[in-house]
Nanobody, 116 residues
Framework: VQLQASGGGLVQPGGSLRLSCKAS????????VGWFRQAPGKEREFVAA???????YYAWFVKGRFTISRDNAKDTVYLQMNSLKPEDTAVYYC???????????WGQGTLVTVSS
């Protein structure tokens, strides 16, 4: 599976962005797909994931602000990020596998910068 992440950019605090992660080479079928992020000088951390069934789970620091969804027909997962804070600034990576414990596939990162 190849994962292509997109949608990052510069946004002001309180703003919104939507990230996309598109799979190619092999469908998402059966995989849990999600997002991790890595801020400068920090370790990569789990953000959110969605199972094939559609059930979702989130890191505590994004609950109520971020929403993950998937379109299985398009092999695409989305991360809607609202009420963004400067501390959300990071490179966001999409991943597939048995998240968050085990990642089988990583996508390239997309940079999100929250700044005024």
């Amino acid at each position: 599976v190849q994962l292509q992440a997109s949608g990052g950019g510069l946004v002001q605090p309180g703003g919104s962005l939507r990230l996309s992660c598109k799979a190619s080479g092999r469908a998402f079928s059966g995989y849990t797909v999600g997002w991790f992020r890595q801020a400068p000088g920090k370790e990569r951390e789990f953000v959110a994931a969605i199972r094939w069934s559609g059930s979702t789970y989130y890191a505590w620091f994004v609950k109520g602000r971020f929403t993950i969804s998937r379109d299985n027909a398009k092999d695409t997962v989305y991360l809607q990020m609202n009420s963004l804070k400067p501390e959300d600034t990071a490179v966001y990576y999409c991943a597939a596998g048995s998240l968050p414990e085990a990642v089988d596939y990583w996508g390239q990162g997309t940079l999100v910068t929250v700044s005024s």
